[in-house]
């Protein structure tokens, strides 16, 4: 939830961000569970998703119904 300001944050100079507060979700199908509550939480502001499980669906579904920036990146999962 917070690893990006703890790791990528300072890497890049970057200021604490908001992080999103994700609620349970049991939603299934092509789209990732978190991009509909991401792009609600965004409200139209730009926003940037790191994550390891973006989709092209999800990128497909931000660019149509996100009114603004936004910088979806997939990241590659390395465990911990």
Known sequence: MNDANDVLAPLLGLPTLPVVDW??????????????GLVEWAQGRPFVWVDDEISYAAQQWV???????????????VAG
């Open 23 to 36: 609620p349970d979700s049991d939603e299934v199908g092509l789209l990732h569970w978190k991009t509909r």
């Open 63 to 77: 660019s149509t119904h996100h009114h603004g920036p936004a910088l979806l990146h997939r990241s590659t999962h």
